[in-house]
C-alpha cells in the first residue's frame, strides 16, 4: 500500500509541476500539443496499416523492402512527435489518465503493437527476399500485418474513449 501512494504522489507531483500548470492555464498550448498528437499518430498509424496492407498480400507488385524503407520511416519519425506530446498530454492529467482504463488498455495495446512489430523486424522479415515481390506474403508476416491493424486501430479506439470512460 505504501509503494501504491509513493507512486501516486509522483504523478500528483507531475501534475502540479509547473510545466502542467503551464500547459492547463494556455488557451492555445494544449491544443496544439493534442493537435500534433493526433496528427503524429495519423500518420503513425497511417504508414503501419499501409505497410500492414501490403504485409496481408496486397499490392504484390510493390517490393516490401520499399514499403519498409518509405512508410516506415514516416512511422518512425511521426513518433518523434507522439512520444513528446503524448507525455505532455499525460502530465496535465496524470492522476486522471493513470486511473482511466481506456488510457491503460491503450498502453497495453501500444505495447504488444511494439512487441509485433519488434518481432516482426527481428524475425520474419529476414527472409523478405524470398516473398519481397509478385510473391506470396508468408503466414507470419499475414498474421503480423493482420495483428497490427487491429491493434493499432484499438490504440485509436482507447485514445478516443478516454474523454469518455
Not at 524503407?69 to 518523434?80: E, I, P, Q, T, V
Amino acid at each position: 500500500m505504501l509503494i501504491v501512494a509513493e507512486i501516486l504522489s509522483v504523478f500528483e507531483w507531475l501534475e502540479s509541476s509547473s510545466l502542467a500548470l503551464m500547459f492547463r492555464q494556455s488557451i492555445w498550448l494544449y491544443p496544439i500539443v493534442e493537435i500534433v498528437h493526433i496528427a503524429g499518430f495519423a500518420v503513425l498509424v497511417g504508414s503501419a496499416v499501409l505497410f500492414d496492407i501490403r504485409l496481408l498480400g496486397f499490392a504484390k507488385q510493390v517490393p516490401v523492402t520499399d514499403c519498409t524503407r518509405y512508410l516506415l520511416f514516416w512511422a518512425r519519425l511521426s513518433f518523434l512527435a507522439v512520444l513528446p506530446s503524448g507525455l505532455i498530454l499525460f502530465v496535465v492529467d496524470a492522476t486522471g489518465m493513470v486511473s482511466n482504463p481506456a488510457f491503460q488498455i491503450k498502453l497495453i495495446l501500444i505495447g504488444v503493437a511494439l512487441l509485433n512489430a519488434s518481432v516482426f523486424h527481428k524475425f520474419t522479415i529476414i527472409s523478405v527476399h524470398e516473398w519481397n515481390i509478385n510473391r506470396p506474403t508468408p503466414l507470419a508476416a499475414k498474421i503480423a500485418g493482420a495483428l497490427s491493424v487491429f491493434l493499432w486501430f484499438g490504440v485509436i479506439s482507447c485514445g478516443r474513449l478516454i474523454a469518455y470512460v
